[in-house]
């Protein structure tokens, strides 16, 4: 046999038959890729969902979804999830039984969600800063490294969160708030958000705002005064989109901070005892709901492994139909070259040298296929903490 | 060079049934083989090629008893010492004119791919005057130069025995004589004998002998 020739016969018909070899070999390809794809992708989501949410033992929120409170509290997601008051996190704080972080997270600012919370979040997750200082006053703001990449924000410079209700007069007004520090990577959801102080969050909800002095405003910015004596203030007043030195005096909160809202609390148990008097506590608790992240991530993945195994069942028998297809495609290919054959059969191919030829040419679309299933998977493997993000929110 | 001696020979279920009593060729001679359509033109030059083995009778070409030789040794002959050209070219769509003159020697052990085979086969292409068509491929020739390179290609190992399965057939008379010429020009070249079938009169002069194989089959000898 010479093999040299067969190689080359091989090679030069897959070359001139490029189209058929090409859909041969993507069609092969996608036989492995998909599940194998599949597989890579639930994995790494599967990685960073559990990693995070088994670094957080119990999160606080309204009765509702636990998974949309989990998604909210952990990947800062679901950012319409129900609010609890923040006078309950402060209830489990005094109760002494842990430690409680309270989170809010519903604004967003260029596609990177505020989250609102204390300085107790930073030392609870380890997150370090890598620029600039941590958060001091009002207005302010730290950034998550990919945040910080993306928008190329570096101490000094302003962020404005987004308005949310771009019609409504009555509605949240954007807050300029000045960046003081970016955090390390983390390779968490924390790299793509903005930290600010609990209280800086409940500016942008509304419920806190700065103003003009009303003691030295003339009579023309003055509703009547109220029967209860309150000086009451028209719109012509200037009311301050950004916390700086000279106006942060001016910033004052309506209401009881009780009542103010928080997405989720993040309840870190002192003791085992803790815990379970905790969960005893929020079981039946109307209105309000105590979360294990872990347990929740545990039942979503039931889920979406039983989901997974049933797309991995009709990806393996689309994949038997799609090789089935392929050696057909060889064999009636084979059936029409029957003249070449014999004809290279009359010039000196033995029957050896002709077997040699067609299994060179279904050994290299096999090949090719799974050289082309392995970069796919290779690109899948670099592009998957993307997916993971544009998935996970 | 070729001699066949009480051939006999018939195709598995078919009433067909090839009975030659003597065929002899000389060393050098162009032969004509003529016939109406079935009377085993083909079929005698697929014997003398080893590529059919007879019933009965043997087959000697060049002093060798191809006949009694195994699939493997009749083909390494085949390869080594016999040319041929079929009807319908047989050229390999996915290669370029000159791989397909050096198909031979891809698919054979027997042949070696040296530089002066591909010399040659440039040479062969020189005179046939397809060496502008070279780097083309078989689908954007025209029917001639098709043939023409398929001659070339059945030349390309120096054979010494050129068996053409009617050539011309397919072509147009200018073309006719462009083909014969040329085959019998490069055999005459490398002192090859030539037994080729044709159904054209007008190209029948051109040889040193035709031989009705109708007639060979009634009992006559040649």
């Known amino acids: 046999m010479n093999f040299g020739g067969v190689l080359y016969l091989g090679w030069r018909y897959l070359a001139r038959n490029r189209v058929k070899t090409g859909l041969l070999v993507a069609a092969f390809a996608l036989v492995w890729l998909l599940p194998a794809g599949l597989a890579l992708v639930v994995g790494k989501v599967e990685a960073q969902l559990r990693s995070r949410a088994q670094g957080t033992p119990l999160l606080l929120g309204q009765a509702g979804s636990p998974l949309e409170l989990v998604f909210n509290g952990l990947y800062f997601t679901k950012p319409q999830v129900a609010t609890l008051p923040y006078g309950e996190t402060e209830a489990v704080a005094e109760s002494g039984l842990g430690t409680v972080i309270p989170l809010y997270a519903r604004y967003s600012a260029g596609g990177h969600r505020i989250v609102g919370t204390t300085l107790d979040y930073f030392d609870f997750r380890g997150l370090e800063i890598r620029e600039g200082r941590g958060l001091v006053e009002l207005g302010e703001c730290v950034v998550g490294a990919t945040a910080a990449e993306r928008n190329g924000i570096a101490p000094g410079d302003a962020v404005i969160s987004t308005p949310e209700t771009l019609f409504d007069l009555a509605g949240v007004y954007p807050l300029k708030m000045r960046v003081v520090g970016v955090l390390a990577p983390t390779g968490t959801p924390d790299d793509a958000a903005l930290f600010v102080d609990l209280k800086t969050a409940w500016i942008i909800e509304g419920l806190g705002h700065g103003h003009e002095d009303a003691e030295s405003l003339g009579e023309e910015s003055k509703l009547p005064e109220s029967p209860d004596g309150a000086v009451r203030l028209n719109a012509s007043v200037v009311q301050y989109n950004e916390i700086t030195e000279e106006n942060a005096g001016s910033f004052h909160f309506h209401g009881e901070i009780a009542d103010y809202p928080v997405t989720a609390a993040i309840v870190v148990p002192g003791d085992a005892k803790g815990q379970a008097l905790l969960k005893g506590r929020y079981g039946k608790a109307g209105g309000l709901q105590l979360v294990s992240p872990a347990g929740e991530m545990d039942e979503l993945f039931d889920t979406v492994f039983s989901v997974q195994r049933l797309v991995l069942r009709l990806l393996f028998a689309i994949g038997l139909a799609t090789l089935a297809i392929g050696a057909l495609v060889f064999l009636l290919s084979n059936r029409l070259r029957r003249d070449e054959f014999r004809h290279l059969r009359h010039l000196g191919a033995d029957p050896g040298t002709l077997r040699a030829l067609v299994a060179f040419e279904a050994a290299f679309v096999v090949a090719a296929s799974l050289v082309v299933g392995g970069a796919g998977l290779a690109v899948l493997h670099l592009a998957a903490p993307m997916l993971v993000r544009g998935w996970v929110g | ?222």
């Open chain 2, 1 to 222: 060079m070729i001699l066949c001696e009480d051939l006999r020979f018939s195709y598995p279920g078919d009433a067909f049934d090839l009975r030659i009593e003597r065929f002899a060729v000389a060393a050098g001679e162009t032969v004509a083989l003529v016939g109406a359509s079935g009377c085993g033109k083909t079929t005698l030059i697929n014997l003398i090629s080893g590529i059919l083995t007879p019933k009965s009778g043997k087959v000697t070409v060049d002093s060798v008893e191809l006949s009694a030789e195994p699939f493997a040794a009749r083909q390494r002959f085949r390869i080594e010492r016999i040319g041929l050209v079929p009807q319908s070219f047989e050229l390999l769509d996915y290669l370029t004119v000159r791989e397909n003159l050096l198909v031979p020697f891809r698919v054979s052990s027997a042949l070696r791919l040296s530089p002066g085979a591909m010399a040659r086969c440039g040479e062969l292409a020189e005179r046939a005057g397809i060496a502008a068509q070279l780097d083309k491929f078989p689908g954007q020739l025209s029917q001639g130069e098709r043939q023409r390179a398929a001659l070339c290609r059945g030349l390309a190992t120096s054979p010494r025995l050129l068996l053409a399965d009617e050539p011309t057939g397919n072509l147009d008379p200018d073309n006719q004589d462009r083909v014969v010429s040329l085959l019998l020009d490069e055999a005459g070249r490398i002192g090859a004998t030539v037994l080729m079938i044709t159904h054209d009169p007008v190209l029948l002069p051109r040889f040193d002998r035709v031989v009705d194989v109708l007639a060979l089959r009634k009992g006559g000898r040649a």
